[in-house]
Protein backbone atom coordinates (compact mmCIF):
# COMPACT_ATOMS: atom_id res chain seq x y z
CA UNK A 1 0.00 0.00 0.00
CA UNK A 2 1.71 3.04 -1.24
CA UNK A 3 -0.32 5.63 0.91
CA UNK A 4 -0.55 4.64 4.40
CA UNK A 5 -3.14 6.07 6.99
CA UNK A 6 -2.75 5.62 10.49
CA UNK A 7 -3.98 7.81 14.28
CA UNK A 8 -7.28 6.53 14.12
CA UNK A 9 -8.66 5.17 17.47
CA UNK A 10 -12.00 5.73 19.85
CA UNK A 11 -12.06 8.91 21.67
CA UNK A 12 -15.03 11.00 23.81
CA UNK A 13 -17.00 13.19 22.17
CA UNK A 14 -14.96 17.04 22.22
CA UNK A 15 -12.00 15.39 21.76
CA UNK A 16 -9.09 15.33 19.47
CA UNK A 17 -7.28 12.81 17.29
CA UNK A 18 -4.33 13.36 14.67
CA UNK A 19 -4.31 11.45 11.43
CA UNK A 20 -1.12 10.67 9.56
CA UNK A 21 -0.62 9.71 6.01
CA UNK A 22 2.76 8.29 5.19
CA UNK A 23 3.51 8.28 1.38
CA UNK A 24 5.78 4.87 1.30
CA UNK A 25 6.88 4.99 -2.39
CA UNK A 26 7.68 9.24 -2.10
CA UNK A 27 5.55 10.03 -5.65
CA UNK A 28 3.29 12.58 -4.50
CA UNK A 29 4.66 15.36 -3.42
CA UNK A 30 3.60 16.98 -6.17
CA UNK A 31 0.58 16.42 -6.22
CA UNK A 32 -2.35 17.44 -4.19
CA UNK A 33 -3.97 15.42 -1.54
CA UNK A 34 -6.96 14.93 0.27
CA UNK A 35 -8.84 13.22 3.15
CA UNK A 36 -12.21 11.71 2.91
CA UNK A 37 -14.00 9.45 4.89
CA UNK A 38 -16.73 7.33 4.80
CA UNK A 39 -19.30 5.83 7.92
CA UNK A 40 -21.45 3.06 7.27
CA UNK A 41 -24.10 3.09 4.64
CA UNK A 42 -23.16 6.20 3.79
CA UNK A 43 -21.27 7.71 0.35
CA UNK A 44 -17.54 8.78 0.81
CA UNK A 45 -17.71 12.35 1.99
CA UNK A 46 -14.93 15.38 1.42
CA UNK A 47 -13.25 16.12 4.73
CA UNK A 48 -10.02 18.54 3.05
CA UNK A 49 -7.63 18.98 0.59
CA UNK A 50 -4.35 20.53 0.34
CA UNK A 51 -1.94 21.51 -2.70
CA UNK A 52 1.24 20.25 -3.44
CA UNK A 53 2.53 23.55 -1.82
CA UNK A 54 0.83 23.56 1.46
CA UNK A 55 -1.63 26.22 -0.46
CA UNK A 56 -5.36 25.78 -2.04
CA UNK A 57 -6.45 24.33 1.46
CA UNK A 58 -10.05 23.51 1.29
CA UNK A 59 -12.45 21.80 4.17
CA UNK A 60 -16.30 20.07 3.86
CA UNK A 61 -18.81 22.31 5.45
CA UNK A 62 -18.89 19.78 8.04
CA UNK A 63 -15.55 19.85 9.67
CA UNK A 64 -14.73 23.75 9.25
CA UNK A 65 -13.17 25.20 12.32
CA UNK A 66 -12.55 21.58 13.98
CA UNK A 67 -10.29 19.97 11.31
CA UNK A 68 -6.72 21.15 9.82
CA UNK A 69 -4.83 19.36 7.09
CA UNK A 70 -1.61 20.33 6.70
CA UNK A 71 1.67 18.29 5.14
CA UNK A 72 5.54 17.88 5.26
CA UNK A 73 6.54 17.34 1.71
CA UNK A 74 10.68 16.69 3.18
CA UNK A 75 8.62 13.57 5.07
CA UNK A 76 5.96 12.52 2.49
CA UNK A 77 3.50 12.88 5.27
CA UNK A 78 0.21 14.22 5.02
CA UNK A 79 -1.94 15.22 8.39
CA UNK A 80 -4.92 16.16 9.94
CA UNK A 81 -5.77 17.45 12.93
CA UNK A 82 -9.14 16.56 14.34
CA UNK A 83 -10.68 19.15 17.37
CA UNK A 84 -14.09 19.41 19.12
CA UNK A 85 -14.78 16.01 17.23
CA UNK A 86 -18.52 14.78 17.10
CA UNK A 87 -20.18 11.83 17.52
CA UNK A 88 -20.95 12.37 13.82
CA UNK A 89 -17.37 12.21 12.76
CA UNK A 90 -17.05 8.60 13.45
CA UNK A 91 -16.21 6.63 10.22
CA UNK A 92 -13.69 4.91 7.99
CA UNK A 93 -10.88 8.05 7.37
CA UNK A 94 -9.29 7.58 3.80
CA UNK A 95 -5.85 9.87 2.29
CA UNK A 96 -5.79 10.30 -1.55
CA UNK A 97 -3.15 11.67 -3.34
CA UNK A 98 -4.72 13.80 -6.41
CA UNK A 99 -3.95 13.23 -10.07
CA UNK A 100 -2.89 17.09 -9.93
CA UNK A 101 -0.70 19.09 -7.90
CA UNK A 102 -4.12 20.86 -7.04
CA UNK A 103 -6.28 19.34 -4.32
CA UNK A 104 -10.12 18.52 -5.03
CA UNK A 105 -13.32 17.48 -2.96
CA UNK A 106 -14.13 15.30 -5.95
CA UNK A 107 -13.21 11.60 -5.16
CA UNK A 108 -12.92 10.61 -8.82
CA UNK A 109 -10.24 13.38 -8.90
CA UNK A 110 -7.71 10.69 -6.48
CA UNK A 111 -5.62 8.47 -8.35
CA UNK A 112 -3.94 6.90 -5.17
CA UNK A 113 -5.92 5.94 -1.92
CA UNK A 114 -4.65 4.63 1.56
CA UNK A 115 -6.49 1.90 3.14
CA UNK A 116 -8.28 3.61 5.78
CA UNK A 117 -7.69 4.04 9.32
CA UNK A 118 -10.96 4.11 11.77
CA UNK A 119 -12.02 7.12 13.75
CA UNK A 120 -14.76 5.87 16.67
CA UNK A 121 -16.22 9.19 18.56
CA UNK A 122 -18.85 7.94 21.47
CA UNK A 123 -21.47 10.87 22.41
Known amino acids: VQLQASGGGLVHSGGSLGLSCVDS????????MGWFRQAPGKEREFVAT????????YYGDSVKGRFTISRDRAKNTLYLQMNNLKAEDTAVYYC?????????????????WGQGTQVTVSS
Open 50 to 57: IAWNGGNI
Open 25 to 32: RRTSSNNG
Open 96 to 112: AASRSAVGSSVPGHYAK
